[in-house]
């Protein structure tokens, strides 16, 4: 059986090399398919599929807080929540709690900003890790108070300590303070909700045991990220009955907290689907996309193979004749259909591997668990499967019908190949499909590049031409009486020396700060407006709030619409001005005038009135895509923040050639002083709008590769017809046809089947838009210029791809209508 | 069908050279032969002498390297492929050895195609198919498919698309060639009673049998017309 196999390959190898330019086109048709498939699905299945690399990933659960009231979801939770729930939830055999932080690290180098994360003590434990080097944490380190000891990652260690082991003990600064390393984590070790752009390099214990009371033990300082793992035999389902039960126990035990309208509830869902958030969309998408590029494949080196079936009637006739059987001619057939698809997968898995690694840092800035993506052994045999579907999905019909031969008439015949009836329309229904499938996914491409553009031709509310950006931590030690920063007045001091030494860089123009830069949710505050009080069942006033420098609305090109800007002040810190946005101002003061209007932050008495003073332009502040929401700005000179960023209008095309200067500057005033993501404006429009340019470039990639092997496949079916039925032309021509008349007659009949394919394929790509629906803006998923510009492109392509043969129908001699063979 | 200008067409001196890499091959040399309207003419020779080349001249399926050839008073040698598939379309039928219908098309198709690529209005086509078809005894197989018919059949409706325009000439291209001796007889009875009823044609055998049946024979050998007959050609 194996020799027979054998002696099939062999001579499938032999077959497909005495056709070269068939093998080549069929094979590189195929290695595109493969390839891009098997890279989609690298990504697939590292972000989607791969179970999580700890110790039994699937008792592993999350826990964050919805409001069905407000519909927020993904809220963090607060200690006192944390402790109720391991308290409360019998199925949870454990349960840990992470704050993600970044911080100064410091007196090793240059100052850096890292990310870092305050953990449990059994953190580690939760996931089934321990540390390679050192100890992991003790329930004793979390009875101090935060900090003094930290376990760092493996990359840390070499990058900052070259893999010294002796590092064990040492001190770090972070934050200026100093913490001693007890462990380093294995390498590979990733942090649960990292993200590609920002590893995790340091982990310390939070004092969960001893609380900060100003911080920790406060129910609504919601910051904890909950990791449980169940115990063996419980299910999530049961830890969401246990935690619907505590939910209702807690709003009725803290109304205040917890008000009724809001319908706080803690949700656990497996920390797989965490961890991936809301990528699995796009990349499904992505995948089915892929998927239709290789069914055109398909389709394409099926046609091929029908043409070489035609070719190759009298051969298999013979073989008929002297006794084949026709499930021996299948298999033989078959055969050189895998090893095509053996020589095509082998060469896609070169491609493969070139492109999953360009995905991998493609999407490393924005997609969970990046780092993982690999060819690893499951993709390999992913890629396998394809080899093998792909061999049997376009060479079964092919060596079906080929297998089928009309005997007498083809050994009867000198060997003129003609395609029978079943065949034609096989090829001709191959081109229908390939047509519809590349029409969908042209359709889908085409709505993302539209949505694209829109989102790109959205009003930032901002100038970002020529705008430098960059941040700043200022370092907040565990003791708090000892940070240099610890005062307001300290940290006034140095934002403020820090912008004269920034404005007095060369090609500088103007500087200013903020809180946090646009296109960064900051977090809403909630308001109390005077005089007018929420009714009972109204939702809670909430706005953005950011501190600025006086001088950033000018630096930001942000139009000031009413009133005045905020007043530059010396030391006094009793004026309480405030400027607000153009939709808070309509929102909660519509058909009036704001400005003198007092605001207070939060729902009780105990913090001033601030006063508006000005009304400024809406700013896109959370994303491209979210519209503004209401907005008030104070003065970093009233209150300051430990972070802030910092932009500068510069005289330069390219003011990232500033970023070293103004970096310079800063450290001037402060040499521990980390500068960090120091990036043009339109760096971080480009960035907040990753996401959707990748999926877009992807998809438009795959659409482009379907409309050319698409093409290609019209022109092959289309040239292959012609050339069998040059004597038809050459008849035609003797009975009067001129060129125009064949050239119609070639044409029309290829573009009927464009026509079918292109009916076919709106209507599926109509059907499948849904999926698109949650990476659209501005056009829906049905958007008809879309659509209609998609199926003119397509139809446009395909008349080009049948005038090519039908031009060269025209140039058939009529002498071959007097030939006789 | 028979035209007044005589005659209706007129070869001097045509030759044809085929340049096959660098051998070149004299198809015809020099032939020059009138042919009155309403004429049948049989065109004989053995197998190579050129008889296709000069039916391939005669139907404007190619032009000759020299020599000149007037079509009812027309020059028509140096005419482009365009200006000749005009010519061939209003004033040439063709009948072929293999029948040459196309077999996608019924019956009604294949005779209506010269009429369509003339650009006459449907009515009028459809009057013409019929008339023609009739003329044949074929009009009750109209929507037969030519797979549907038998070889005499076929022939037949390929004799009704050759007259269907009424053309100035029929070339017939050995129509007898792939007939057995029943079918091709009745076919040579079809030319034969188109003949009688006016039309020009110029047949290409190599049948002895149908060598005498024509008005005037031509006998062409080596590319050349000759008096008398190859030996092989000699009526019994």
Same mark, same amino acid.
């Given at each position: ?90 199925? $949870? ?293 394809? !080899? ?52 969908? $996914? ?12 829109? $989102? ?10 020529? $705008? ?225 340019? !990748? ?127 | ?35 009155? =309207? ?93 008339? =023609? ?38 070339? =017939? ?40 049946? =024509? ?22």
């Amino acid at each position: 059986m194996m020799d027979v196999f054998w002696r099939d390959v062999r001579f499938g190898v032999r077959s497909l090399l005495r056709s070269p330019a068939f093998t080549a086109i069929a094979v590189l048709t195929l290695a595109i398919g493969i390839g891009a498939n098997t890279a989609i699905f690298s990504v697939v299945y590292s972000v989607l599929l791969r179970p999580l690399a700890y110790a039994e990933p699937e008792q592993l659960l999350s826990i964050r807080a919805a409001y069905s009231g407000t519909g927020a979801q993904d809220i963090p939770t607060s200690q006192p929540e944390y402790n109720d729930i391991l308290q409360g939830v019998s199925a $949870l055999q454990d349960l840990a709690a992470v704050y993600p932080i970044s911080i100064n690290l410091t007196g090793l180098g240059e100052p850096q900003r890292i990310q870092a994360s305050v953990v449990s003590y059994n953190y580690f434990r939760v996931l089934g890790v321990a540390p390679a080097v050192g100890r992991d944490f003790t329930p004793e380190d979390d009875q101090n108070q935060i900090g003094y000891v930290v376990i760092i990652s493996h990359d840390l260690w070499q990058k900052r300590f070259g893999g010294d082991p002796g590092v064990i003990g040492k001190t770090v600064r972070l934050d200026d303070d100093p913490m001693t390393i007890i462990g380093i984590m294995p390498r590979g070790f990733r942090h649960v909700l990292e993200s590609g752009a920002s590893p995790m390099e340091v982990w310390a214990p939070i004092a969960l045991d001893n609380p900060d009371p100003n911080f920790l033990n406060v129910r609504n300082a919601q910051v904890y990220d909950l990791i449980g793992r169940l115990k063996p035999g419980r299910t999530i389902d049961e830890a969401q009955a246990e935690l619907a039960v505590l939910s209702a126990r807690l709003q009725e035990e803290y109304p205040q907290i917890y008000p009724a309208n809001q319908g706080w509830h803690p949700v656990a869902k497996p920390l797989a689907e965490q961890v991936v958030g809301d990528v699995r969309p796009a990349l499904l998408v992505l995948l089915g996309a892929v998927g239709f590029v290789l069914l055109i494949g398909c389709a394409n080196v099926a046609n091929l193979l029908l043409a070489r079936a035609t070719v190759r009637e009298r051969e298999i006739a013979l073989r008929t004749a002297l006794g084949s059987s026709r499930g021996r001619l299948v298999r033989q057939l078959l055969t050189e259909s895998l090893v095509l698809a053996v020589m095509g997968g082998g060469l896609g898995l070169l491609l493969a591997a070139w492109g999953s690694s360009a995905l991998g840092r493609l999407v490393a800035l924005y997609l969970p668990r990046a780092g993982e993506i690999e060819l690893s052994l499951p993709v390999l045999g992913f890629t396998a499967f394809l !080899i093998l579907l792909t061999g049997v999905v376009f060479g079964l019909i092919p060596a079906l019908q080929g297998s089928r031969a009309d005997l007498q008439g083809v050994l009867k015949d000198s060997g003129r190949g003609s395609a029978g009836a079943p065949r034609t329309r096989l090829r001709a229904a191959l081109v229908v499909a390939e047509v519809a499938v590349a029409l969908m $996914l042209l359709a889908g491409a085409g709505l993302m590049l539209r949505s694209f553009q829109r $989102l790109m031709a959205v009003e930032y509310g901002f100038d970002p031409d020529r $705008l430098l950006t960059l941040q700043m931590w200022l370092p907040v030690p565990n003791d708090r009486s000892q940070g240099r920063f610890r005062t307001h007045a300290q940290r006034r001091d140095f934002y403020e020396r820090a912008l004269t030494a920034v404005k007095a860089v060369p090609g500088v123009r103007d500087a200013a700060v903020i809180s946090q830069l646009p296109l960064r949710a900051q977090g809403n505050l909630q308001l109390t407006i005077e005089g007018r009080p929420l009714a009972p069942d109204e939702p809670p006033r909430t706005a953005e709030g950011r501190l600025v420098s006086p001088n950033y609305f000018k630096t930001m090109g942000i139009p000031l619409l009413a009133g005045e800007g905020l007043p530059a002040l010396g030391d006094s810190l009793s004026n309480r001005s405030i400027l607000i946005n153009r939709t808070m101002a309509e929102k909660y003061w519509p058909g009036a005038d704001p400005i003198g209007r007092r605001v207070r932050l939060g729902a009780g008495n105990d913090r001033p009135w601030l006063t508006v003073v000005g009304v400024v332009g809406d700013v896109r502040q959370i994303g491209l895509a979210d519209p503004p929401k209401e907005e008030l700005y104070s003065s970093f000179q009233v209150v300051s923040s430990q972070e802030m960023a910092m932009v500068v209008r510069t005289g330069d095309a390219d003011p990232e050639r500033l970023g070293a200067a103004v970096t310079a500057a800063i450290r001037s005033v402060d040499p521990e002083q980390p500068v960090f993501s120091v990036m043009s404006m339109e760096r971080v429009i480009e960035n907040a709008s990753a996401e959707r340019r !990748i999926s877009m470039v992807l998809l438009l990639l795959f659409a482009g590769m379907a409309l050319l092997l698409s093409a290609i496949g019209i022109y092959g079916v289309m040239a292959y017809t012609t050339t069998q039925r040059r004597q038809e032309i050459g008849i035609r021509l003797a009975l009067g046809a001129g060129a125009p008349d064949v050239l119609r007659l070639v044409v029309g009949q290829g573009m009927r089947l464009v026509v079918v394919g292109l009916v076919a394929g709106l209507v599926g790509a109509w059907l499948l838009s849904r999926a698109l629906t949650s990476q659209l803006y501005g056009i829906t998923a049905q958007d008809p210029l879309t659509y209609a510009t998609v199926a003119l492109l397509l139809g446009t392509v395909a008349l080009v791809a049948t005038w090519v043969p039908a031009r060269r129908a025209t140039r058939v001699d009529p002498m071959i209508s007097l030939r006789v063979e | 069908m028979a035209l007044a200008i005589d005659p209706l067409i007129r070869l001097d001196g045509i030759s044809k050279i085929f340049h096959t890499e660098e051998v070149e091959t004299h198809a015809l040399s020099r032939v020059s032969l009138d042919i009155r =309207a309403g004429e049948f003419v049989a065109v004989c020779g053995p197998s190579g002498c050129g008889k296709t080349t000069l039916l391939s001249l005669l139907g404007l399926l190619d032009s000759p390297s020299e020599g000149s050839y007037v079509l009812a008073g027309e020059p028509v040698a140096t005419l482009s492929p365009q200006q000749r598939a005009r010519v061939r379309c209003r004033a040439i039928g063709f009948i072929f050895q293999a029948f040459n219908l196309i077999g996608d098309l019924d019956v009604y198709s294949n005779v209506e195609l010269p009429l369509k690529y003339r650009g006459l209005a449907p009515a009028e086509r459809r009057a013409m198919v019929h008339e =023609a078809l009739e003329r044949v005894g074929l009009l009750h197989r109209i929507h037969h498919f030519p797979a549907q018919l038998s070889g005499g059949q076929q022939q037949r409706v390929a004799v009704a698309r050759a007259v269907v325009g009424k053309p100035l000439v029929l070339l =017939a291209d050995e129509p007898t060639g792939n007939l057995d001796s029943s079918n091709g007889a009745q076919v040579m009875t079809l030319l034969h009673e188109l003949h009688a009823g006016g039309a020009t044609i110029v047949m290409v055998t190599h049948d002895p049998r149908y060598v005498g049946r =024509a008005g005037r024979n031509v006998f062409l050998f080596d590319g050349r017309i000759v008096e008398r007959p190859p030996a092989e050609l000699e009526v019994a």
